[in-house]
């Protein structure tokens, strides 16, 4: 079983819009084989709080005003380190680059396929482990991203 064409089409506009969000690292495994629940997952990540819950935010209005898609669960607002937003057919990670890094999500999912991503969001790739250099080397917090 592959995602359906409604999951790419979600996955699709979701991660564009994390992208025009400055959204790092954005990805997309097709778990349709190894879950019954959902047919695909997206992952994106923030340098800060406020930067995810914008990403989060603009996901939710995109999907909802181009594709009349709205999640039936949102979890994770209340500290904005790690929101999930669940539309059954896909679900939508966004992390704080520490909560990527801890959790590791792309290690669960790395025997599933990745799924093919909007040139801009493609772009974004390595993102995460640039900005944590750039504060290190403008003395910022920030450390090593691996």
Known sequence: MTATDRSLELINAAAQAAADKLAHDIIAYDVSDVLSITDAFLLASAPNDRQVKSIVDEIEERLNKDLGAKPVRREGDREARWVLLDYVD???????????????????????PQLELPADAEA???????????????????????
């Open 90 to 112: 896909i679900v939508v990670h966004v992390q704080h680059s520490e909560e990527r890094v801890f959790y590791a999500l792309e290690r669960l999912w790395k025997d599933c």
């Open 124 to 146: 974004t790739r390595g993102k995460a482990q640039e900005y944590a250099q750039a504060q290190t080397a403008d003395g910022g917090v920030g450390g090593e991203l691996s």
